[in-house]
């Protein structure tokens, strides 16, 4: 995880136990397919899609960065 003042970059596994803590909340993947992540963030499911903009849960707008095989990347700032 890599943070800016507001803002964190964040690349968890994309396996099911995988959560991060990010800007005092928790971020846990949920699913994943080719375009598509499903995340809960803050006790809320989300999904995001590569190019959608930013979704607005917690406070806060989480945004995909990409999807690998392995590992899911999401930005979410203030």
Not at 16 to 45: C, I, R, Y
């Amino acid at each position: 995880m890599s943070c800016g003042l507001d803002q964190c970059t964040v690349t968890i596994d994309r396996s099911v136990d995988a959560k991060a803590e990010v800007l005092g909340v928790e971020a846990k993947f949920v699913s994943a397919d080719q375009n598509t992540v499903t995340l809960e963030v803050a006790g809320e499911q989300i999904q995001l899609t590569k190019g959608q903009q930013a979704v607005d849960v917690g406070g806060l707008q989480v945004s995909l960065d990409s999807i690998t095989d392995g590992s899911v990347s999401f930005q979410v700032s203030r």
